[in-house]
């Protein structure tokens, strides 16, 4: 089974060169703030998608259990050295485009700073919502081409794409930025009733993260966020949906399901999951269920 390309973080030190030494502060506070107002209460099982290293994890506190999902098995690492082995959290190394998971498994799924290395994004908001069950709410950031700086270095001509139009516009290797417009098209298409819009990350120049503290920063962007609903022109956008039409909840037990066949349930033992009707085999590696190519046999 193919898919689009990945964006592989394997062996990067991304939570260390960008978010903890790259001068990221202030949109971290500012993501912060916006999870704060966009998650529920409570859940009990929560899929982050693009978990990386664990950034965002200790926010979800509203959540029984959450399943730490990334294609790069040192991220996970990382993000166990972080958060610990504890029952709390399931640690999986999966292809977005083919969620190792039952239909109807969570009840609530998020996914920041991730899409943007979607090639197919509409596929992968579709696999999302295949696995979550009816209202789950399910929490989005994507990178906005329709931001300010983009509208003005095209009216000034230096930029040949349009922030206007409705394609996605790859800047570089499988970084994507996308219409507002569309992510809503997408959504509607996918079964999601938007809820809620927050623009992030407004103050995202340099100069101002040099002159003023971050917390200064994040404190006047959380009220900008709250223009979200009526236009989007900052560079990050986050949306709360809600899981709408039909659909199912798994049956108890119910967990991991094939992602080259699709059978479920899969045989579970010590060092690996086994399927039953293709063969195919995943390890299970210090903790981490690993989906990302079958064992040889």
């Not at 009990?44 to 730490?68: C, F």
């Not at 994507?142 to 394609?167: G, H, M, V």
């Amino acid at each position: 089974m193919t898919t689009p390309p990945v964006c592989d973080y394997e062996g990067s030190d991304y939570q260390k060169s960008f978010w903890d030494e790259g001068g990221r502060a202030y949109e971290d506070k500012a993501e912060e703030i916006a999870l704060k107002r966009l998650l529920p209460k409570s859940g009990k099982l929560l899929l982050e998608i693009g978990a990386g290293a664990g950034r965002n994890t200790p926010r979800y506190t509203g959540y029984e259990r959450i399943v730490l999902l990334d294609y790069s098995r040192t991220q996970l690492q990382q993000a166990q050295e972080r958060l610990g082995e504890s029952e709390r959290y399931i640690y999986v190394a999966a292809d977005a485009y083919r969620l190792p998971f039952v239909d109807g498994l969570f009840d609530g799924a998020t996914m920041i700073r991730t899409l943007h290395h979607m090639a197919d994004a509409p596929a992968v908001l579709r696999q999302v919502r295949r696995v979550l069950q009816p209202s789950a709410k399910f929490i989005l950031e994507y990178a906005n081409k329709l931001n300010l700086k983009a509208i003005l270095r095209y009216a000034l001509r230096k930029q040949d794409w349009s922030p206007f139009t409705l394609e996605q516009v790859e800047f570089v290797d499988l970084n994507f930025d996308f219409h507002p417009q569309a992510i809503r098209n997408w959504l509607a298409e996918s079964q999601f009733k938007l809820e809620r819009q927050l623009t992030v990350s407004h103050f995202r120049i340099g100069i101002l993260k040099r002159l003023f503290p971050a917390s200064f920063l994040a404190r006047l962007d959380s009220l900008a966020q709250l223009t979200g609903d009526w236009w989007q022109l900052s560079p990050s956008v986050f949306t709360r949906s809600e899981a709408v039409g039909e659909s199912v909840i798994a049956a108890e037990g119910a967990f991991f399901q094939c992602p080259q066949c699709e059978h479920a349930p899969l045989d579970e033992k010590p060092d690996m999951l086994a399927c039953p009707h293709c063969g195919a085999k995943y390890a299970i590696r210090n903790g981490i269920y690993d989906f990302r190519e079958p064992l040889d046999t």
